[in-house]
């Protein structure tokens, strides 16, 4: 989004087709980093949230005011008011650059760059300085092209601790490897269950050098059998 609009402002690109940037500035610009923006205070992830949220209204607030609300400024003041949209969100950026110095050296440099580019088109449009303008759009593409690295650097970072999170799963040893062909049934491992957790037979007690009654009359029984005998 930043790139058309900077390539726009630089004169690289015929000011008959500007129009394209409305759409971009609706859908990717304003839409998705508001999502963006949300999905990230879900996160927990503050920085992220307010950064997001606040250039997906930035974008939004571009959309609106090209399309609805600049007819309604009168020609003598349209480049002021402008300035005044632009220089208000370079201070804006700018206080998130101040934050940003304790996160990665990537996203301070976008947001100093980004700081440099709206006051740029801010100064440009309070005095209809074209020069500067081109200026501030050439600092939009180097913008532009620092935010595109933060995006690999972030998506590499994301896929390699993936990589790393299923390399280290402890469930890659908890569960043996099975032959498929012994397949593992729902009745041989509750047998299995129920031959673990039963009590030791007798024959197993005995193993143990535990001494067993043996089955069979007692001694009483054997006394009383030979007297009847005898008689």
């Known amino acids: 989004m930043l790139l ?28 998705a980093q508001l999502l963006a923006g949300m999905w990230e205070f879900r996160r927990g992830n503050t920085f992220g949230a307010v950064t ?18 600049a007819g309604r400024i009168a020609g003598a003041e349209r480049n002021s008011a402008t300035a005044l949209f632009y220089i208000s969100c370079a201070i804006l950026t700018a206080l998130l650059w101040v934050a940003s110095t304790r996160t990665t050296a990537v996203v301070s440099l976008m947001l100093f760059l980004l700081t440099v580019t709206y006051l740029l088109l801010g100064i440009g449009d309070a005095g209809s300085h074209s020069e500067i303008v081109k200026i ?4 939009g593409i180097a913008t532009a092209a620092a935010g595109a690295i933060c995006r690999l650097r972030f998506g590499h970072q994301q896929h390699a601790g993936a990589d790393k999170c299923c390399r280290s799963s402890p469930c890659a040893e908890r569960i043996p490897d099975v032959p498929r062909t012994v397949p593992r049934t729902r009745d041989s491992g509750a047998r299995h269950t129920d031959r673990q957790c039963a009590p030791a037979s007798h024959d197993d007690a005995g193993a143990h050098g535990e001494a067993q009654p043996r089955a069979g009359p007692g001694r009483p029984a054997r006394a009383l059998r030979s007297l009847v005998s005898s008689r």
């Open 4 to 31: 058309v609009f900077s390539m726009f402002n630089a004169g690289l690109l015929n000011s008959s087709v500007e129009p394209v940037v409305l759409g971009l500035a609706l859908a990717y610009g304003g839409l």
């Open 52 to 69: 997001f949220a606040s250039y997906g209204s930035f974008w939004l607030s571009f959309w609106l005011l090209e399309q609805f609300f």
């Open 136 to 139: 501030g759009g050439w600092f």
